[in-house]
């Protein structure tokens, strides 16, 4: 007996293919783990125009912001361009100190005024996102966002990408209210302007479309991976309208791939794995003891006048520590200066932060691995040539931001994005990423995003209705 072939339609993914039957062996392409059915988030048509408004929306926020930064540095040290660390050096050591002073009371007012009065509304997206539906205000991430900045222009030891990345996520937000998108919907729009937001400033598509599913969501199927690389293109060629199309540490060299680098990244992951366990933790306890209150309206520029004072000996510690990364990069510095730097980086970073300013910590973390890789590598050349010292600073910068992320993949690409270089480094960089990674998430398990999420009974406070 013969059975007939079923000619109806079995093919009953969500949203439907156009073409109804199946291939001739009869097998479902939802048999492919990552392109199964949208789910909640379904990717309507609705939702893709959502996509395109958040994508142009966050490019233009993320150009404001860095046009801010830049005036918040000019006006303080009279930057223009090349290294920031230069303008620092150039001005007095009084002037160092004062403008740290003024940072400090500008961001003190602001956020103790900001966190009063309006203590009801979110602008923490990674606990929007993650633990709920992807609400945020646009008017207190606005504010904390301009104070995030100005502040960072002015000295602060903070990241730059945490204002343009809540500025995507409440973009997203806004936008999904316009177009009356279920919550599922608006937590994944959320996410993507929260990835499109770190990719626009820093001119890394790729890496965050990959920052948006593996940190923001924790997803790479398809219905996600989509709209993310969607945001991040369309914020990053919007922001090209003011920030820079190249690569952010531009003149990077081709460094060729070593059996010395290979071993080196071996036991650098090792060792990076423990110090970013370490680091985590620090900058955890730092975000929940951080001052509160009245209290910030004295600890905060206390805590940045002291910045000020260390700045007369290092000025490469004011702002986000880009400058120190890419002289890393480039295999600049001596033993003793990449060794204080890294040394303090993280310290003076998590003093910022438990003064009770707002900013992000991916380019301190970053810069962390690079001056580790560059001081050990240093030091390992001695034992085993063959590699130049910005090799060594690659790699390390690439294991760090990995780990302390717990996002390996996201770590390799915004590397590699941000460098345009580092490809024939590929190997021992994911070896390092992989094994410090790994034992992070042995040992602890927290990240850099995940450590500094509030206490749940300071949201329940916060909430108007005690939820």
Not at 165 to 178: D, F, N, Q, Y
Not at 226 to 255: C, E, H, K
Request: aromatic share 10%; proline share 5%; hydrophobic share 50%.
């Amino acid at each position: 007996m013969v059975r007939k072939r079923n000619t109806k339609s079995e093919r009953l993914r969500d949203p439907p293919p156009i073409i109804r039957r199946r291939i001739p062996s009869g097998r479902g392409a939802m048999e492919q783990p990552n392109v199964t059915h949208d789910g909640e988030a379904r990717l309507t048509p609705k939702f893709w125009l959502a996509v395109a408004l958040v994508g142009i929306a966050t490019g233009l926020f993320g150009d404001l912001l860095m046009w801010l930064l830049a005036e918040a540095e000019h006006v303080g040290f009279h930057y223009h361009a090349g290294y920031f660390e230069n303008a620092v050096a150039a001005v007095s050591s009084s002037r160092r100190i004062a403008v740290l002073l003024i940072g400090g009371v500008i961001g003190a007012v602001s956020w103790y005024l900001i966190r009063r009065y309006l203590k009801h509304e979110s602008s923490d997206i990674d606990d929007a996102v993650w633990n709920g539906d992807g609400e945020l205000s646009l008017r207190r991430s606005f504010l904390t966002s301009i104070v995030s900045e100005v502040v960072i222009g002015l000295g602060a030891s903070i990241g730059r990408e945490a204002a343009p990345k809540l500025m995507g996520g409440a973009s997203g937000s806004v936008v999904s209210h316009w177009f009356n998108l279920s919550p599922a919907q608006k937590r994944l729009l959320v996410a993507c302007g929260g990835g499109a937001g770190l990719a626009c400033v820093y001119n890394v598509p790729l890496g965050g479309a990959i920052f948006t599913a593996e940190v923001l969501y924790g997803s790479f199927a398809l219905p996600v991976v989509m709209p993310a690389l969607a945001t991040s293109l369309i914020a990053t060629m919007v922001a090209w309208l003011y920030l820079p199309s190249g690569a952010t540490y531009a003149d990077i060299p081709s460094y060729r791939f070593s059996g010395s680098l290979m071993v080196w990244s071996l036991l650098a992951g090792v060792v990076i794995g423990l110090l970013a366990v370490f680091y985590v933790r620090l900058i955890g306890w730092a975000s929940h003891y951080r001052a509160k209150g009245t209290h910030i309206l004295w600890i905060m520029p206390v805590a940045f006048a002291i910045l000020g004072v260390i700045g007369i000996w290092y000025p490469q510690l004011f702002g986000n520590g880009k400058d120190m990364a890419h002289q890393a990069f480039l295999g600049i510095g001596g033993v003793g200066l990449l060794f204080a730097l890294f040394a303090l980086k993280p310290i003076v970073t998590a003093m910022m932060l438990g003064s009770g300013a707002a900013g992000g910590v991916f380019t301190p973390f970053l810069a962390t691995g690079a001056l580790f890789g560059a001081f050990f590598g240093a030091l390992w050349i001695h034992l085993w040539p063959g590699a130049p010292v910005g090799a060594f600073a690659l790699v390390g910068a690439a294991a760090m931001i990995g780990a302390s992320m717990q996002a390996p993949l996201a770590g390799l690409v915004l590397v590699l994005e941000l460098t345009h270089s580092g490809f024939s480094l590929a190997i021992p960089m994911m070896a390092a990423t992989a094994i410090a990674t790994l034992l992070v998430r042995q040992i602890d398990g927290y990240s850099i995003y995940s450590a500094r999420l509030p206490r749940r009974d300071d949201l329940a406070r916060a909430s108007p209705e005690g939820t």
